[in-house]
């Protein structure tokens, strides 16, 4: 009688186990690029992407990972001017802790400019 149960759990187990290494997959995508505006100075765009199932943020929180990102350029002087993060549903993003994908976008300035 308990192999009615065994073989449930079982088919349960082995759909749930692709599901997840997909989800894993998904996660920690990145982008950072640099744009000059002068010989010491410009502006860089970095993204973020992260898998949230139960409040757990895969491999961390979207924003962290854009935002060490370019961290991880050691540009001189790094200001960030603007972030994103997308979705975001004000008093209601607990429902996104639940299970979904963020991404994250940081803008910002980078170098000393140039005195006018």
């Excluded at 449930?8 to 749930?16: F, H, I, T, Y």
């Excluded at 996660?27 to 757990?56: D, Q």
């Excluded at 929180?61 to 790094?78: F, K, P, V, W």
């Excluded at 997308?86 to 140039?114: C, H, M, N, Q």
Aim: net charge neutral.
């Amino acid at each position: 009688m308990t192999s009615a149960p065994r073989a449930a759990r079982s088919a349960v187990l082995a759909a749930a186990i692709p599901l997840l290494l997909a989800a894993a997959s998904l996660t920690g995508c990145s982008n950072l690029s640099f744009e000059r505006t002068s010989e010491t100075s410009g502006t860089f765009h970095s993204t973020g992407m992260a898998f949230t199932i139960f409040s757990i943020d895969l491999p961390k929180g979207a924003q962290l990972i854009a935002r060490e990102n370019a961290s991880d350029a050691n540009l001189a002087n790094m200001e960030v001017t603007n972030t994103t993060v997308f979705p975001y549903l004000g008093p209601f993003d607990w429902i996104l802790d639940i299970i979904s994908l963020r991404w994250a976008k940081v803008e910002g300035t980078w170098g000393y400019a140039p005195r006018p």
